[in-house]
């Protein structure tokens, strides 16, 4: 629309729920909804900025997509619908992704459509370099990076003095909510009428990891059996890499080995401009919940 030539693309997806069964809809699926709207049928927006925030795309996926898919169709519409405004071919454009999207393969796809990538990286080393950390943003918070060279990629360690103490908090919420869980099976063995098989047990065990996964990778819970009962149940639970998990740090990768550290921290946090215009959709301008039912009324009223 404005003829801009972007060299940043941002790319992230939300979903949005309906109400009423939405039969007539045969994009509306049940899935994981992020409002926590399990019983809803739901929709997957998809929405691609440039560096300046505007809007240069979007598209409408069924409620139960995975996210990783979507990247193919949207490099495709972006090719077609926006062949005069890309860059010319010595200023690759740059998409910054979220480790939702950003598997191998799609960076592979990425840098054979001819763009380059910002993303969180979904593998990160098992040793978390604690040396040579340098200051990429001082105040509240605070950012302290490393960068780690690779074969032809980035990787840049951040950790974030406001990102660890939220995650702290975070933790030790999942951990008091979790062990009440673990407390409330143990005291039924022990009660009239409470249970007690070991089927049963397991299953209330398996429902409440389930519940909290984030923190339950981090118990070892032993349940003794004794004549299709459980006699009792005991847990531990491993502090150094649960505080490894929630230490407010992760890294960043990328094929661009040109940028700065601060640099491309910088263009990864743009990403919050999607996330920021995802909040005013459903704020502000009422995205949710949709009350359109055919697949045609609900796509004219978000897309516009």
């Known amino acids: ?68 898919q979507t990247l193919r169709t949207i490099l495709r519409e972006l090719k077609k619908e926006l062949p005069d405004q890309l860059p010319l071919p010595g200023d690759k454009p740059t998409v910054v992704v979220d480790a939702g999207i950003a598997t191998e393969d799609n960076l592979k796809l990425i840098t054979e459509a001819g763009y380059n990538y910002i993303c969180v990286a979904r593998n990160c080393p098992s040793e978390i370099p604690e040396d040579g950390l340098s200051t990429i943003k001082e105040g509240r918070p605070c950012i302290e990076a490393k960068r780690l060279d690779g074969d032809g990629e980035v990787l840049l360690y951040c950790r974030s003095s406001g990102r660890a103490e939220k995650e702290q908090a975070m933790m030790s919420l999942f951990q008091r909510r979790f062990e009440k869980g673990l407390e409330s099976i143990t005291s039924s063995l022990t009660k009239k009428g409470g249970i007690k098989k070991y089927h049963k047990v397991m299953e209330r065990l398996g ?79 009422g995205l949710r919940p949709v009350y359109h039912q055919k697949n045609e009324r609900y796509r004219k009223a978000i897309s516009s």
């Open 207 to 285: 429902r409440l990891r389930e519940k909290y996964p984030s923190i339950s990778q981090f118990y070892r819970i032993e349940v003794q059996p004794e004549g299709g009962k459980v006699k009792t149940i005991t847990w531990s639970f491993n502090q150094g890499k649960a505080e490894i998990r929630f230490s407010g740090s992760y890294y960043i990768r990328t094929n661009r080995q040109e940028l700065s550290d601060k640099d491309l921290w910088s263009l990864y946090t743009m990403l919050t401009q999607v996330e920021d215009a995802f909040r005013c959709l459903k704020s502000e301008l």
């Open 1 to 68: 629309m404005y003829s801009l030539n972007e060299t940043i693309i941002l790319y992230d997806l939300t979903n949005t729920y309906l109400t009423g069964r939405s039969y007539k809809s045969y994009r509306a699926r049940r899935g994981l909804s992020k409002e926590k709207r399990r019983g809803c049928p739901l929709l997957t927006l998809a929405l691609v900025l440039d560096e300046d925030g505007f809007p240069k795309g979007s598209q409408i996926f069924p409620g139960n997509v995975s996210e990783p």
